[in-house]
């Protein structure tokens, strides 16, 4: 119920927020500038969305045959995706965020937020083997 409310006070709110940073980075640094960085930002995000979800698959691809757990490449892909949504989306502060998302240190803080709050389950080590194991049911 907390977390509707929450979503609920972000829909209403982010569009208000939105327009508050367009006018007043409108009024710095000129509408043409402000308008000319969210186009710039959105096209950067469907970049990144198109290319880097590639690069990320094909990174996904090489530790799943080297045998190694690929929980990094699978955090930096949902990273990546997330940040390229809030840069595609117009507005100041979801391209501020999605900039942010980017960079890894602020990527670690946020899982160990989240880790701390149970919202991410790690299992262990990264460098495990994987072993895979098929079961037969015998009519013994």
Do not use: C, W
């Not at 972000?10 to 007043?24: D, K, S, V």
């Not at 000319?36 to 979800?53: D, E, M, Q, S």
């Not at 390229?84 to 999605?98: H, K």
């Amino acid at each position: 119920m907390i977390v509707n409310n929450k979503l609920i006070l972000a829909i209403i709110f982010l569009p208000i927020i939105e327009i508050y940073l367009f006018i007043e980075i409108g009024a710095i640094l000129g509408s043409f500038v402000t308008i000319l960085l969210t186009v710039i930002t959105a096209f950067y995000g469907v970049y990144l969305l198109k290319i880097g979800a590639f690069n990320n698959l094909r990174n996904l691809q090489k530790k799943m045959l080297e045998g190694i757990r690929p929980d990094l490449e699978i955090l930096s892909s949902i990273f990546n995706l997330v940040s390229a949504i809030l840069l595609i989306l117009p507005g100041i502060l979801t391209d501020f965020l999605g900039v942010l998302l980017l960079f890894r240190s602020i990527q670690t803080l946020v899982i160990s937020y989240m880790s701390k709050n149970k919202y991410y389950y790690s299992s262990g080590d990264p460098k495990k083997t994987i072993i895979d194991v098929e079961h037969k049911k015998s009519d013994d």
